[in-house]
C-alpha cells in the first residue's frame, strides 16, 4: 500500500521514524515539521519530505495519510487531536501523553474523526517478548506468583541538558518512570494483565532534574500476583533490563529482550531464547539505532489503516501504562 507520512518533531527519535518508514516499501515521508529549522532541514535532505516549522501549514500538506509523533510526550494528544481533525492517522510515541485525561481526548478526537490511533511500543513486536506472552499464557510457568522487573539504567548529565524538556512535569510528566520505565510497565501489563493496588516511592538521586530519577513500585495483579519494578536512569554504567516472572510450575527470566532461562519443575525441553538481542544501546542512551521494533510497530499500523483493522497497540492499550504511571506517582506523593 502507498502512504505518505509525515513527521511531528524532528529530534531523536524522528530519525528512527524516518529510517523505518523508508525500509517499509510503498511507505515514504512527506514532510516534517519541527521546532529546530536545521533538525528539520537535516531529516528532509536526507530522509525526504518538505520542511515545516509552522504546524498548522504542516497539518495541511497533501498527498499525507498518516502523522507519527515524536515530539515531547505532553504535546502528544494536542498535536494527534489536531492531526485527527484534518482527517490523518496519529501513530504516536510512547507515552500515549502524560495525563490521562489528555489521553482520553485523543482517543476520543480519533474515533470521532474516524482515523486510527496508535502508540509505539515497540516492545509488543519482539520475538521473545511475543514467545513470553504466548508461553505464560498457554501455563507454562503456571499461576503467576511474583514478578521482579528491573530497569537499571543511566543517562548522562547531557542527556536532559540537551533536551531540556526531558525531566520535566510539564513535556515529560515525570522523568526515568513515564520515560525509560513505561517500556516495562507496558510489557508487565500486557503479559499479566491489571494492576489493582499500587504503593511507591520515587526520588531526583542524581540528576538536576525536577522529577524523579529513580522510582520504585510494588504491584498487586488482578491475578493475585505480586511485584516490583525498579526503574532508574542514575544506575551509571546502565544493566540490561530484567524481568523474572515466578509462577507456580517456576520461573523465566527475560535479560534485555531475550528469555534467558526457563527453570520448571519439570524440565522444559524446548528451545530458550528465539532471537539475537535487539542491537540498541538503551541501557545508556536514547538512541534507537536498530529499527526492526519501530518497523515493525509502523508495518503494523499501516496494516491496519489498510484493512480497517484495530492496530496492535491502539489508543485504549496505550492507555493503560500510562494509567499505572499516574498510580505510581499518585502513591509516591508526586501527583
Ligand atoms: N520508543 C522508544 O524507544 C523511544 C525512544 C526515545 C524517545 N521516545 C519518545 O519520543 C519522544 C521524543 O523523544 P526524543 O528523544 O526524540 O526527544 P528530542 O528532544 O530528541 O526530540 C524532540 C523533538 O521535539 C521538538 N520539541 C522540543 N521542545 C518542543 C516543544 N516545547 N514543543 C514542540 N516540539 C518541541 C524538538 O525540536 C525535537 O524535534 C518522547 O515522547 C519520547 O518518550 C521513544
Redesign the pocket.
Known amino acids: 500500500m502507498q502512504i505518505r507520512a509525515g513527521l511531528i ?6 530519525e528512527t521514524h524516518a529510517r523505518a518508514l523508508r525500509a517499509i516499501p510503498g511507505a515514504e515521508v512527506v514532510a516534517v515539521c ?3 529549522a536545521e ?1 528539520v532541514g537535516r531529516l528532509c535532505r536526507e530522509h525526504g519530505g518538505a520542511a515545516y516549522h509552522d504546524f498548522q501549514a504542516f497539518l495541511a500538506h497533501r498527498p499525507m495519510e498518516m502523522v507519527i509523533i ?4 505532553g ?2 494528544a494536542e498535536q494527534g487531536i489536531a492531526a485527527a481533525r484534518q482527517g490523518l492517522h496519529v501513530l504516536t ?3 500515549i501523553d502524560t495525563s490521562v485525561e489528555r489521553a482520553d481526548a485523543l482517543i476520543s478526537a480519533c474515533e470521532q474523526a474516524g482515523v486510527k490511533l496508535g502508540v ?1 511500543f ?1 516492545d509488543r513486536f519482539k520475538p521473545d517478548l511475543r514467545r513470553l506472552k504466548q508461553l505464560i499464557a498457554e501455563g507454562l510457568i503456571g499461576k503467576p506468583i511474583l514478578v521482579d522487573a528491573r530497569v537499571k539504567w543511566y543517562r548522562p548529565a547531557e542527556y536532559y541538558s540537551q ?1 531540556r ?1 526531558r525531566g520535566t512535569r510539564g ?1 515529560d510528566g515525570g522523568g526515568a518512570l513515564i ?1 525509560q520505565g513505561v517500556h516495562t510497565v507496558d510489557l508487565l501489563l500486557w503479559l499479566l494483565g491489571d494492576v489493582v493496588k499500587v504503593q511507591a516511592r520515587t526520588a531526583a538521586m542524581l540528576h538536576q532534574i525536577e522529577t524523579e530519577d529513580t522510582a520504585l513500585a510494588l504491584l498487586e495483579f488482578s491475578s493475585g500476583a505480586l511485584g516490583q519494578l525498579q526503574a532508574t536512569t542514575a544506575a551509571y554504567p546502565g544493566y540490561p533490563r530484567r524481568v523474572e516472572i515466578t509462577g507456580s510450575k517456576g520461573t523465566i527470566i527475560l535479560e534485555q529482550d531475550r528469555i534467558v532461562a526457563i527453570n520448571l519443575r519439570t524440565p522444559y525441553q524446548g528451545p530458550i531464547s528465539s532471537e539475537v538481542a535487539d542491537q540498541n544501546p538503551s541501557t545508556s542512551s ?1 538512541v ?1 539505532s536498530d529499527i526492526r521494533g519501530h518497523q515493525s510497530a509502523i508495518e503494523d499500523f499501516i496494516l491496519a489503516i489498510e484493512k480497517d483493522m484495530t492496530p496492535a497497540c491502539d489508543g485504549r492499550e496505550g492507555r493503560k501504562s500510562l494509567a499505572l504511571v499516574e498510580a505510581i506517582y499518585k502513591a509516591s506523593g508526586q501527583r
Open positions: 518533531g524532528a529530534g531523536n527519535i524522528s519541527g521546532a529546530n533538525k515524536g515530539s515531547p510526550s504535546r502528544h510515541e510512547k507515552p509505539i515497540q533536551s524538556w513535556l520515560n536514547p534507537v
